[in-house]
């Protein structure tokens, strides 16, 4: 049963979605204010949290900080419908996905089931050695771990799909629609900067290659790719 944290401060809003969730066979806690839902985050017994942004305390962004230095949880943002500036705040702070409000509980529903199956370890012992290897970088589906030169990087569970589907392509451009519905689960809206969000936090923590240049490359109007050394 995958434990699921919901914070917001709306108590109807969050019984309600507790109800549904729990109908739907997760294990649901609620903290009703971000201070008490980073504590709870931070304890590390849940496989992902919902986070609003606008709460008392600490608002979303706040605790989102706060879980992002010791935590890379699954974490999908509750934003205000039509708020650009939230949604790429907390993309570029560390969320994975975010969820306009108001949403419906299966909307929510299916977008943390489709970041708990791509966030989720594979065990399959026969593809623990499996690495992908481009220059520098170095990629562990399996451990879902990256790598730079030796050093590890800490991505959050979006970027390491986001980057694994890249590196799967390596030489070759991956449009945005393909990168958001293998890496996301979800087809763009319009006007959706998700992708280039991800992309430009992927960029700055994996830094360049030996020879000075970026390992992922924006194609005008196309998307992006991994450049094959």
Same mark, same amino acid.
């Given at each position: @049963? ?13 019984? %309600?979605?507790?109800? &549904? ?7 649901? +806690? ?9 504590? &709870? ?12 942004? %606008? %709460? ?6 706040? +605790?989102?900080?706060?879980? #992002? ?17 939230? #949604? ?15 949403? +419906? ?16 370890? $594979? ?20 451990? #879902? ?10 991505? $959050? ?26 890496? @996301? ?7 959706? #900067? ?25 194609? &005008?109007? @196309?998307? &992006? ?5």
């Amino acid at each position: @049963m995958h434990k699921i944290l919901l914070i917001d401060d709306d108590i109807a809003l969050t019984e %309600m979605l507790e109800q &549904y969730l729990v109908t739907e066979g997760f294990d649901v +806690t609620v903290a009703n204010d971000g201070q008490t839902g980073a504590q &709870y985050a931070l304890a590390g017994q849940f496989d992902l949290t919902v986070l609003d942004v %606008m %709460m008392p305390k600490l608002n979303g962004i706040e +605790t989102l900080c706060l879980i #992002r230095q010791a935590s890379h949880i699954p974490v999908i943002m509750l934003t205000a419908k039509g708020d650009e500036s939230e #949604r790429v705040m907390g993309l570029e702070s560390g969320a994975d996905d975010y969820v306009p409000k108001p949403c +419906t509980p299966r909307e929510l529903l299916a977008r943390i089931r489709a970041l708990l199956r791509r966030s989720k370890i $594979t065990k399959d012992g026969s593809q623990l050695a499996l690495q992908i290897i481009i220059g520098g970088l170095t990629i562990t589906p399996a451990q #879902r771990r990256v790598e730079v030169a030796g050093k590890a990087i800490n991505l $959050t569970s979006t970027e390491f799909n986001l980057l694994e589907v890249l590196a799967k392509n390596a030489g070759h451009v991956v449009c945005k629609e393909d990168l958001a519905l293998q890496a @996301m689960g979800r087809t763009l809206v319009r006007f959706d #900067r998700s992708v280039d969000v991800h992309m430009s936090s992927i960029r700055q923590k994996i830094g360049t290659s030996a020879n000075g240049s970026d390992y992922i490359q924006t194609v &005008y109007r @196309m998307g &992006y790719q991994l450049i094959r050394e």
